[in-house]
C-alpha cells in the first residue's frame, strides 16, 4: 500500500511562487507513473502535469504550461510541483496521485488511471 503525503501549499500573491512536495512511504513508488491534480471549490478534480517513472517524460496541461515543473527524486522517495507565475485560478486543492504500473512508459490525464491519492494541500493566490 502506497501512501502519499504533500506538503508546501499556503498562500500567496498573484505573481509569486509555491514549490509543492508529494513523499511516498514505500521505494515501488520510484517506478510509478506520478501526477498531480487539482480541485477548486465547486469544480471537479482536473489534471495538472505528470511524470514517467524515469523522469524522462513530462506532460502538463495547458493552463499551466510554462509556468508549472513537475520533477522527482527517487531517492528521497518524492515527486515536486514547482510552481511559477501563478494567478488566482490556480487557487485549488492540490493533490499528488500515483499509477500502480511499474516501469510504464506511458503516463495518463485521467483520474481513473491513478490508484493511489494524497489528502491534498491548499494553495490560495490572492489578487
Known amino acids: 500500500q502506497v501512501q502519499l503525503v504533500e506538503s508546501g501549499g499556503g498562500l500567496v500573491q498573484a505573481g509569486g511562487s509555491l514549490r509543492l512536495s508529494c513523499a511516498a512511504s514505500?521505494?515501488?513508488?520510484?517506478?510509478?507513473?506520478m501526477g498531480w491534480f487539482r480541485q477548486a471549490p465547486g469544480k471537479e478534480r482536473e489534471f495538472v502535469a505528470t511524470i514517467s517513472w524515469t523522469g524522462g517524460s513530462t506532460y502538463y496541461a495547458d493552463s499551466v504550461k510554462g509556468r508549472f515543473t513537475i520533477s522527482r527524486d527517487s531517492a528521497k522517495n518524492t515527486v515536486y510541483l514547482q510552481m511559477n507565475s501563478l494567478k488566482p485560478e490556480d487557487t485549488a486543492v492540490y493533490y499528488c496521485?500515483?499509477?500502480?504500473?511499474?516501469?510504464?512508459?506511458?503516463?495518463?490525464?485521467?483520474?481513473?488511471?491513478?490508484?493511489?491519492w494524497g489528502q491534498g494541500t491548499q494553495v490560495t493566490v490572492s489578487s
Open positions: 514505500v521505494r515501488t513508488f520510484s517506478t510509478y507513473p
Open positions: 496521485a500515483a499509477e500502480s504500473r511499474s516501469y510504464s512508459t506511458s503516463t495518463s490525464t485521467y483520474r481513473s488511471s491513478y490508484d493511489y
